[in-house]
């Protein structure tokens, strides 16, 4: 079990397009996600990528937890279950139709900050697993915006970079503050 050190915005390798996995069953590749595995556990998250990690190689992983999804995801009407732990490698998206929607991200990258980020409502995307099987699936909502968010870290992008509209960010502390204001709290 290894906790690995998280790169900062500012560091070059978070502004670099990550070099393709040449072997995904690379034991190596697999040591990589397991630490990666260990590290998400230890600082908690939806997801991470390997650059964040200071390893410039196009892997991700994220999990989705079911509450997340049911609360986004009303379009079908029965909540669908969560995304357990995924290791994505040499992930591609492909966006379904142009509707873009907002949602609060943050980064662990980008430590104590949040801010909206439009990203594409429904997409496909397609990867290689760790045993060399390809993975293929269709993603809305939360899990949409994650899968992107991380994949996002493989091309150099960090969330604030796709904001358009940068007064709402602001640090998580003052966000929640004024969230109990609005509630009334
Ligand atoms: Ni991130």
Known sequence: MAILKIA????????????????PTDPEIHKLINDMVDTLADIGGAGLAAPQVHVPLRVVIFHVPGARLAAEDQVEGTPPPGIPLTALINPEITPLGDEMVDGLEAC??????????????RI?????????????????GFHARVVQHECDHLDGILYPMRMRDMTSLGFVEELRRYEDKEAGD
């Open 8 to 23: 900062r915005m500012g560091h070059p390798v978070l502004k670099r397009i990550a070099d393709p996995v040449q072997d």
């Open 108 to 121: 662990l990258s980008v430590p104590g900050l949040a801010g909206t980020v439009p990203r594409y409502s």
């Open 124 to 140: 496909r995307y397609r990867a290689l697993a760790p045993n060399g099987s390809v993975i293929e699936r269709e993603a809305t």
